[in-house]
């Protein structure tokens, strides 16, 4: 006969506990030779050989500051078909500021994609778990239009006039 009735004369001292603080640093390292991501639905492709994710940071009192820091040596990717990058450099240096989870502010986030380098500094969030916010502004240094043309995905690139043959910087 199994009895479920449960007792009530033992004293239930079980605890709960909360994570006050957590620090990690030169702990965290993700290493891949080959990662491969397909989405049939949206028609997307993409692939990432030679990557490190890096993540120093810490987090206390529902809040936390910390870095990513990922580098991939090739990362291909074609959308709906069209190719978007073919075997590209990216290397992301992410700092970010978390206010519970809700709010993340980036300060100085460093993105470079082959020659492209580009800044990011401002906020991230969902205040409401239902709509998504960004504000973030954007700097980078000078292009050379000829070096950065090849970035562009094919259908821009045919919607340049063939007549029209032009240099110079993007700023």
Known sequence: ILDLTPDTTAEDTTQGWTLKRIHLSDCLTVNARHLTFLDQKDSIDAEIQDLTIGLDGTWEDMSGEGE???????????????????????????????????????????????????????????????????????????????NVWHLLPASLQSIWPKQVDADGHIR
């Open 68 to 146: 990513i820091n990922l580098t991939a040596e090739q990362v291909s990717c074609r959308l709906k078909g069209e190719e978007y990058a073919n075997g590209l450099p990216v290397r992301i240096t992410l700092p970010v500021q978390m206010d519970g989870s809700e709010h993340i502010t980036i300060r100085q986030a460093q993105v470079a994609v082959s020659e492209v380098e580009m800044m990011l500094d401002g906020t991230l969030g969902t205040p409401d778990y239902a709509t998504y916010t960004m504000d973030l502004q954007v700097q980078t240094n000078e292009w050379k239009i000829s």
